[in-house]
């Protein structure tokens, strides 16, 4: 069973709209959330993390965390067409600072 | 500026033959990680490392061998391979806690006809 799931699989955003992203694990070791942005034929890369309950914005990308539910999510407003990516969240767990993918969620802005 | 080398960037292999992926770090980072990722799929760990000398089992080992002769340097080895191991493999690094920014290389592109 997969310790990090990622939602949806994929989505389709018109051009300027806000995408949402989730990631939740089932693991309660699970202690800093990891977001990654993979463009076509490129490597990943690492967007935004989050360790602590809330939320933090950097730019157009904001992410929230709840710990209680270990539910991270990443937001993009007025979304672009360079923001068209495979999005990985990714989860470390404390008992062994192990870092857990999840299968990502492909966004396609529309223009 | 964080690096991570892969070579080569894209291999043809035979089926059955051995290959040889190699990755180069400069972020002297003590952990080291090889992936696969399939089209359009999120990454599955094949091998990790802690350190020189160190090389551990990830989800997905069967088939593949690693090897870390020093902090820069991770190979991965396909001693007989398949063409169920076609795929793109990525090397990255990451500090020791894990709770730094993972660092990847450009990939290699593996096909195995």
């Known amino acids: 069973q997969q310790k990090v799931q990622q939602s949806p699989e994929s989505l389709i955003v018109p051009e300027g709209g806000m995408a949402s992203l989730n990631c939740t694990s089932s693991?309660?070791?699970?202690?800093y959330f990891w977001w990654y942005r993979q463009h076509s034929g490129k490597s990943p890369k690492m967007l935004m993390?989050?360790?602590s309950n809330g939320e933090k914005e950097e730019g157009r990308f904001t992410v929230h965390l709840n710990k209680a539910s270990l539910h991270t999510s990443l937001h993009i407003r007025d979304s672009q067409p360079s923001d068209s990516a495979l999005y990985l969240c990714a989860a470390i767990m404390d008992s062994n600072y192990q870092l857990i993918w999840g299968s990502g969620t492909k966004l396609i802005i529309k223009p | 500026e964080a690096a991570v080398t892969q070579s080569p960037r894209n291999k043809v292999a035979v089926t059955g033959g051995k290959v040889t992926l190699s990755c180069n770090q400069t972020n002297n980072h003590n952990n080291m990680y090889w992936y696969r990722q399939d089209t359009g799929h999120g990454l599955r760990l094949i091998h990790y490392?802690?350190?020189?000398?160190?090389?551990e089992k990830g989800d997905i080992p069967d088939g593949y061998k690693a090897s870390r002769p020093s902090q820069e340097n991770f190979s991965l080895i396909l001693e007989l391979a398949t063409p169920s191991q076609t795929s793109v493999y990525f090397c990255a690094s990451g500090d020791a806690t894990g709770r730094g920014e993972v660092f990847f290389g450009k990939g290699t592109r593996l096909t195995v006809v």
């Open positions: 693991d309660r070791n699970v202690d």
């Open positions: 490392s802690y350190g020189a000398g160190s090389t």
């Open positions: 993390s989050i360790f």
